[in-house]
């Protein structure tokens, strides 16, 4: 039975008005406009980071930081510690938990020292929170569990009970599931006291999880029952998903499959209604399954697909949440670095305004001593003159300063730009990399378990038809994991280039050999048309791999019965190697991505094969450390040439 557990939240908890909350908001930054740099001014900085975390997490930390700076002026551990709580929770809040934790360890060390124990049952909790989202469950329970022990100091009944829900739902993931039942028994019995129905069906679901795990289905029944018939109404659209997941797997695990129907229609209905592709995705996880053993293969093929694009959906979308999140944070640290520089900017001019009133000054006070002495006023011009020409050079001094400053800032802004583009290059290069990983895997798996469940009952046609699916997976996932490996230590320098004498038409007789059985399968003729004795220049393990990677790219976009053929064009300085199938082609703006880091594109072959273009960046890579060229001609419905050059080997 898979679950989405619940997980309640002491510090994310908040229930506001929003006009309200802007009024609030006004009123607390004019009174900071007004404010000197004191304590009264910290605690109206964290009050307004605190007011922020219900609606703008970057502004929540922008304030927090300025307070955590105030606090560290002042010598302010309270209202330090306060600020690090506030840090965390807000970058926790984006989803950057690494850095939440180091901000609430900080609060936490705080707290002790002042001997604050509701500041310490709070960091505690925080930090139970994010280790949860960490999935370091024993840590995140050793943390909930001092925050249970305050609370049932404190006897406050609706914090213990999220208490125990949560350790017994920690206990659950890492499978100890006696103590999870305690404390489960523990939560439903102050939800019943406490009359809380809607957390005593929250409850009853974490329970019936547990005796479904361990097989007890009359148990799980009789739990499920009692949910459906005095607490589903109760419950919001997200906990009735759940609910229709927990009940569908049940009847599917006794092989009631007209139930599963129904309460799978339920959810799918609820999951539409909610727009949760987590729901989806479960849903048609259970299709699968349930067309799988009912034998409409057709249907559970597509239910499949369905639930992989569901599953890259989701992963998707938690990329790009990340990637939005990062770039928030690095907005606010950008406008930060421009009032810093701002302020640098009006210190500077503050300088400049005292140095003219000085001059003022000094100007008043000549023109009252040419009355008095002549001799005076002569020394006093000189004396003036020279302070002038000092000014003047501590100006200048100070204007060079200003535009290195300037210029060093420009300089990191366009550097994190930069770092920010290849980042989000390497993600993109790993997201398509893991997509086509997963859905190859996903396939292995999805069909080898049809076979491991359905063998004795299968025809022996779709055995084979399974068994070929499985093969061909498993192919296309060892060619990509060998081109990353050969592509990662080439990255890392770690394979060494080694040029020597090669014949050529003996390495393409062994590449033929070696993809002979794949081009066998799609009944593909392959002609090696090189001379004998054409010998080129090059490192015979990165040549083989580039036409290897060559070849396996022909026979997939070659269709059945088709041609690939081997010949080269030599030249003066230099022979061009070609390799010429009668295949598909490509088209226009799939050529202007080929050999391009962060443009590889995923497509399929003739025959469905997966394929990232990873491999022809690695051809690219190793092509450039011969300092020669790679390059490809192409027609839709006509065929594609690819081809790269290599010197001759000097005469003997």
Known sequence: MKRRFYFILFISCYSFVLSAQVNKLDNLESLLLNEEKNSLKVKLLNEISEEYLKSDYEKSISYAKQALDLSELLNSNTEKAKSLSLLGKGYMYLGLNEQ????????LDLYKELQDSIGITRSYCSLGTVNWFLNE???????????????EQKKDS?????????????????????????????????????KKHKTIGVVLMQMASITFKERDFKTTFEILQEIEN????????????????????????????????????????VAKQSGSMELLKYYYDSKFKLESHTENYKEAIQDLIKFNQYQDSLIDLNYNRKIENLGKLR????????????????????????????????????????????IIIYRSFHLNKKRNDLLNLKNKELNSQKEKIETTAEQLIEKNKDLLKLNTVKDKFYSIISHDLRGSVGNIK??????????????????????????????????????????????QDKIAFNPEKINLHDLVSNVLYYTAPIAAKKNISTFNKLDENTFVFGDNGMIFTILRNLVSNAIKFT???????????????????????????????VLAKLFKTGEMCSTLGTENESGTGMGLLLCKEFISKH??????????????????????????
Request: proline share 1%.
């Open 230 to 269: 005095k607490y589903l109404n109760l419950l919001d659209i997200a906990d009735k998903g759940e609910f229709y997941c927990s009940i569908s797997d049940y009847y599917l695990a006794i092989s009631d499959y007209q139930n599963v129907e129904k309460y799978l229609l339920k959810l799918h209905s």
């Open 137 to 151: 469950f024993d840590q995140a329970l050793s943390y909930f569990k001092e925050t249970s022990i305050f609370y």
């Open 446 to 491: 999805g069909f080898s378990d049809l076979l491991k469940e359905r063998y004795d009952v299968l025809p022996e046609d779709k055995k084979k038809k399974y068994v070929s699916l499985i093969s061909k997976s498993g192919n296309s996932t060892l060619n990509l994991l060998n081109n990353l490996l050969d592509w990662s230590r080439s990255q």
């Open 627 to 652: 300092d020669q060229n790679i390059g490809v001609v192409s027609s839709l419905g006509i065929g594609s040439d690819f081809w790269f050059t290599l010197e001759f080997p000097e005469k003997d």
């Open 100 to 107: 939440a934790i180091i901000y609430f360890f900080e609060s």
């Open 559 to 589: 269709s059945t019965g088709g041609n690939i053929n081997f010949f080269a064009e030599k030249k003066e300085d230099y022979i061009t190697i070609h390799v010429k199938d009668n295949g598909v082609g490509i088209s226009e703006d």
């Open 158 to 194: 609706a914090a213990i009970i999220s208490s125990y829900l949560n350790m017994g739902i920690c206990y659950y993931v890492i499978q100890q599931n006696d103590s999870a039942n305690y404390f489960l028994d523990k939560a439903l019995g102050y939800s019943i006291k406490l």
């Open 331 to 374: 907005e606010v640290e950008r406008k930060e670095s421009e009032i810093s520089l701002l302020k640098k900017n009006n210190q500077l001019q503050n300088v400049k305004i005292a140095e003219s009133k000085k001059l003022q000054r000094l100007y008043i006070l000549v023109s009252a001593l040419l009355f008095i002495l002549v």
